[in-house]
């Protein structure tokens, strides 16, 4: 029996206040202003309860949505106008809006078996939704695969090719998923538990969209194996860029960031010392801004937002924001939250979570 | 006057503390961890709580040994009863020291060698079962059992072994087999309770990471990184008793129905030690909270928010020990079932407490456990 999807569905309705039900069954459900909003993030307010938020290029809060539960990462396609995100792993749904107001929200429930790790993306002309999974009896990576034009319908799934996938992203040519496989071992029993610290098999992955095959799989040498490959995003070269989390001795300074290209093998970015120690072993956000060729990092452990040059990998900034959240791409820069309330220069009363999505 | 745990009592006391607390919160400025005391709350939640836990259950498992070595021995009705009782206390120390599931504890699966919970489908089970009938011998050496299968070589299968279909052969000549499988894995415990010993006592260890936060610290760059670590302790165990260890036989009133319950998912069942052990994991963390002096990372005007949590553990652990008897029994008795729902509630208002006011009162900002990126 299938005890934690069971009761994760269960909570999911009790948490389903009125309120909430309300916004599903109205017209208004998410009054955008898209001349505004530029931007999406989830988040907790102050009475503990979860949304998502869309906001404008300064970081003010357009418009809220509530969410059952807490929320992580979010996906936007701009061909369908749908905004997506995923609830934490090891939660069980995810929330589809329609930022054109066409459509009501659409919440989807993991399939039995399995619970999504909080990232996912859409395919280039938007029908699909492709979600990270778990499928936890089995300890192995699963992308689910949901139908848009059929109310987002799981219509099949594929390996992930490792363990523990966490955020996900597309190629510009909309052919290839590339997948961060944190290669940490978890299961929803054992809550957010990590339990295989000691023997982690961190990857990287790109699996063909048409045919679920993998393509290319780099793992990490013996010495990184506790480097958690765990963000990704992609240049405007179509290079892949990845941000990691370090499970392994706090003294050490492994190096956090990378990139490679397909067919290639991966290569590090060499961040002064004193860089890597300000990202406390843990980046937990990662954008690229392919206008300005810029990659921007946060770490909500060393309280800092970090700018690289995406050509050189040298430093370009960085500067001290406490709980440094998410990270996306501005009109100049970058857009960083925290999760004491701070976006961009603004500052709203919620707790933003770690990522942020741009929506235009 | 000896207070009847209810469900209405559960709600009249999230009525009664809730407001102070959530006064505090509000009307208090953000607060700074007190880096003074922080490192002398390690050293006491090493030296006073996780070291004596691991070993008290050394110690506890030794006498397990012990007892399962007399029983193999000699089997008679009497050494089966003291195995049994051995065993019970066995997992009453585990159930003290099981919420420090980090370090030691995660490395080698040691956990899951010391407890494989749930058994989700029986898999477990099927093996125990396998060993038995097949007559494994490779199952009844210490050192070839553990590397089976984390399922055939812990509490769960000592537990089938002593209480499973079959069980009373251990009183006699037929039940040989069975006996030295059980002492293989009274051996296994044994060892790797010694293993959880010997690593947080080795004093240039983890001990010390743990009292001593810096820059040169393998675990803690600084004291904040430490005090993240204790309250996750706190926060995750008080998770696992309501999400794991609770929940997966009782899941409160679904749409005013009682839950029947489901209690051959309860852990323990078959040893009638399922409360039990949810007692001995709210002690441990009452305790810990209590020896370490974790109050003292509250600001002088926050105190009473250690006084709220204190209230919830004792009335926690005074509801679990009252759900007496077998677990079925327990599940179809409207009264102890009660307590069940008031020990569901307050695990909830408990993991609010400890997360939200105590987290955001020592300085780890508003919902500690928000804040751990991912």
Redesign the interface.
């Known amino acids: ?3 934690g999807t069971l ?1 994760d569905r ?1 909570s999911f309705v009790k948490m389903a206040g009125a309120a909430w039900l309300a916004t599903l069954g109205s017209r208004r459900a998410f009054a955008l202003e898209r001349s505004d909003a530029v931007f999406a993030s989830t988040f ?1 307010a ?1 009475d ?1 309860g979860y949304g998502i938020a869309t906001l404008t290029e300064e970081g003010e809060i357009v418009e809220r949505t509530a969410l059952p539960a ?1 929320a ?1 990462g979010m996906a936007f396609s701009p061909v369908t106008c749908r905004a997506v995100a995923f609830a ?2 090891p939660g069980t749904y995810a929330m589809i809006l329609a930022t054109d107001r066409t459509a009501e929200p659409v919440v989807i429930t993991a399939a039995e078996g399995r619970h999504f790790f ?1 990232h996912g993306c859409f395919s280039a002309d938007g029908r699909l939704l492709y979600a990270t999974e778990n499928d936890f ?1 089995a300890n192995r990576g699963m992308i689910g695969v949901y139908d848009g034009t059929r109310g987002f319908a799981r219509i099949g799934e594929f390996p992930t090719y490792g363990i523990g996938p ?1 955020d996900m992203t597309l190629s510009a040519d909309g052919r290839t998923l590339v997948i961060a496989n944190g290669g940490i071992e978890t299961h929803p ?7 295989n ?2 023997h982690m098999e961190p990857s990287l992955t790109l699996v063909d969209t048409a045919t679920g095959t993998l393509i290319e799989k780099h793992g990490l040498p013996p010495e990184l194996k506790q480097l958690s490959t ?1 963000h990704v995003d992609i240049g405007a070269d179509g290079r892949i860029w990845f941000a990691c ?1 370090y499970e392994g ?4 300074l492994p190096p956090l960031v990378g990139y490679f290209a397909k067919g290639e093998r991966l290569s590090f970015v060499p961040l002064p010392e004193s860089t890597t120690a300000a990202l ?1 072993n ?1 980046v ?1 956000a990662i954008a690229i801004n392919r206008r300005e060729d810029l990659v921007g990092l946060t770490s ?2 060393g309280n800092v937002a970090v700018t690289l040059d995406a050509k050189t990998g040298a430093v370009v900034k960085e500067e001290p924001v406490a ?1 440094a959240a998410g990270v996306a791409a501005a009109k100049s820069g970058f857009a960083v939250s925290s ?2 309330g701070q976006f961009i220069s603004r500052r709203s009363p919620v ?1 933003w979570d ?1 990522h942020i999505v741009r929506l235009a | 006057m000896r207070l009847r745990f209810s469900l209405t009592l559960g709600l009249l006391l999230l009525a009664v503390v809730a407001p102070a607390a959530a006064q505090e919160g509000a009307t208090l400025s ?1 607060r700074a961890l007190d880096e003074a005391a922080l490192p002398g709350v390690m050293a006491k939640a090493v030296d006073y709580f996780i070291v004596p836990g691991y070993r008290d259950l050394s110690r506890a498992t030794a006498d397990l040994v012990e007892a399962s070595a007399a029983l193999c021995a000699t089997p008679s009705a009497p050494a089966l009863e003291a195995t049994r009782s051995a065993f019970s206390d066995v997992v009453r120390k585990w159930s003290t020291i099981e919420i420090v ?1 980090l370090g030691p504890a ?3 699966n040691r956990f ?1 060698r010391f407890l494989f919970y ?1 058994d ?2 029986s898999t477990g089970l099927k093996q125990v079962q396998a060993i038995l009938a097949k007559r494994d011998e490779s199952a009844t050496h210490a050192e070839s059992l553990k590397v089976k299968s984390v399922a055939v070589q812990g509490l769960g299968a000592f537990e089938y072994v002593l209480y499973g279909t079959g069980a009373e052969a251990l009183n006699g000549e037929d039940g040989r087999f069975r006996c030295r499988y059980g002492m293989a894995i009274s051996e296994n415990l044994k060892s790797i309770a010694g293993e959880l010993l010997a690593a947080w006592e080795e004093p240039e260890g983890i001990q010390s990471a743990w009292k001593a936060p810096g ?7 600084d004291n904040k ?1 430490a005090a993240t670590e204790l309250l996750g302790v706190l926060v ?1 165990s008080v ?2 008793v309501k ?2 260890r609770l ?2 036989f009782y ?1 409160g009133a ?1 749409d005013g129905n009682p839950d029947k319950g ?1 209690p051959k ?1 309860a852990i323990y069942w078959r040893s009638g030690n399922t409360m039990a052990s949810i007692g001995a994991n709210l002690r441990g963390l009452q305790t810990l909270f209590s020896i370490a002096g974790m109050e003292n990372l509250l600001p002088g005007d926050s105190r009473s928010i250690a006084g709220s949590v204190n209230f919830l553990f004792k009335a926690l652990i005074s509801a679990s020990d009252r759900v007496e008897g077998p677990i079925d029994a327990a599940l179809a008795d409207n009264k102890r079932r009660s307590r069940l729902d008031f020990i569901a509630l307050n695990t909830a208002d408990l993991l ?1 407490r400890l997360n ?1 006011d105590f987290g955001g009162a020592i300085g780890l ?3 500690f456990s ?5």
């Open positions: 029996m299938n005890t009761i269960r907790m102050p503990g807490r992580h934490r792993r909080g009896s966490h029993d054992f809550g957010r538990t990590k339990l610290l000691d765990r989390q001795a706090r003294d050490d406390a843990y937990g909500p452990k709980d999760y004491d707790a770690q | 953000p599931r995660l490395e080698q899951e749930p989700r489908k820059p040169d610290n393998p675990l803690f760059r990184e995750h998770e696992m999400d794991q929940r997966p899941d679904i489901r998912l609010d939200r900002g508003a919902g928000f804040a751990d990126g991912d």
